[in-house]
């Protein structure tokens, strides 16, 4: 339902389309904090993996040098860029020799909640992830070889290496590269309004976040989107209920049945974590969709079944705008000086 107001300003009749204040339940926040988790206030601990203040400076310098990659163009920052939402804000990645790869790329911020990395869920965690874009041939296009003999080229990393592992026998090794990134991007948190909301404030959200909060739960989103990263939790069908046309769902990705090889797992995907949403379209997949009122268009028919109406649309958009975090502040590294034994990158970075 709207109202209009009327504002006389400069002589001008201006006319200024609002919601209504609905109502919104006096147990709204109680009944989220049965679906979601606000964020921690300290670094997550993860699996097999202490986090450290030398791992973690280890792993930010890694994470933004492009000479772990074969062309010396690409690094992690490339296409999980940390100043515009920890994503390329591409319909889908380019890549070694300018390829396009075949996936929109998620945003690094608050990633270490997710089940698991990529939208297939084929990587467990981070550290292991990590090692994936390094080797793809459509991305870096390196090779775990290249990658030690690199690092060993340049004394300033063999050093920072030693003190991120005192107890390696051998601390520069492939695996140790993606441990100290893992134990970096676990440090971008970005805690957001509806954090605050959850852990008690009621101010912290707008009334319309609140009634889109409310729809958000009653139409049933938060049974895919819910938990710490109101989503990244599980696996779902896309088009649960009415599939996409091949604009948004491209038929030649069937999402987790190519880990699994289960049919049942045929365009199956993680449903997609959607703190930071509004800042890193495009969205899906596909990354085929750039406005987010059209993405919650499309998950309406996908997912539930119904045709949203543009109010609910736009309430449920205003909930989501609650979820961008402030990100940790990051200053890029300097970082270690090559040596005449480092690596060549690859003369011509189009094949």
């Known amino acids: 339902m709207r109202k209009f107001l009327y504002i006389l300003a400069a002589g001008v009749l201006a006319t200024t389309a609002v919601y209504a204040a609905d109502p919104v339940p006096a147990d709204l926040r109680q009944t989220a904090l049965e679906l979601f988790k606000p964020l921690p206030s300290t670094i997550p601990a993860v699996k097999d993996n202490p ?3 030398e791992k973690i ?39 070694h020799g300018w390829q396009k790869g075949p996936r929109n790329s998620p945003t690094v911020f608050n990633a270490v909640f997710n089940v698991a990395q990529f939208w297939d869920g084929r990587a467990d965690d981070l550290k292991a992830q990590a090692k994936g874009p390094v080797q793809a041939g459509v991305e870096m296009a390196n090779t775990p070889t290249q990658v030690v003999a690199t690092l060993n080229s340049m004394p300033q990393y063999v050093t920072w290496f030693k003190a991120a592992f005192p107890d390696a026998a051998d601390p520069v090794t492939f695996d140790n590269f993606a441990m100290a990134i893992e134990a970096f991007e676990a440090t ?10 959850l852990n008690g404030d009621e101010n912290a959200l707008t009334l319309e976040a609140k009634q889109g909060l409310n729809i958000f739960m009653d139409k049933g989103c938060a049974s895919c989107h819910g938990g710490i990263n109101v989503g990244g939790e599980g696996y779902y069908p896309f088009g649960l209920v009415e599939k996409p046309g091949a604009d948004v769902l491209p038929e030649n990705d069937k999402g987790r049945f190519a880990v699994t090889n289960t049919a049942d797992d045929s365009y199956v995907f993680r449903a997609a974590p959607l703190r930071n949403v509004a800042l890193t379209a ?9 406005d987010l009122k059209q993405a919650v268009a499309v998950m309406g028919t996908a997912q539930l079944g119904e045709e949203l109406d543009e109010r609910d649309v736009d309430l449920i958009v205003a909930f989501l705008g609650s979820l961008t975090g402030k990100a940790p502040e990051i200053t890029y590294p300097i970082l270690p000086a090559e040596t005449a034994t480092t690596p060549k990158p690859t003369a011509n970075i189009g094949n």
């Open 51 to 53: 986090i450290t203040p």
């Open 57 to 95: 400076a280890l792993g930010k310098a890694l994470f933004f040098d492009p000479r772990m990659s074969a062309s010396g163009v690409f690094s992690c920052n490339s296409c999980h860029n940390v100043g515009t939402g920890g994503d390329d804000n591409l319909e889908t990645s380019i890549g």
């Open 188 to 197: 971008l948190i970005a805690p957001a309004p509806f954090d605050a909301y």
């Open 282 to 290: 495009p969205y899906f997949h596909s990354g085929k969709v750039w």
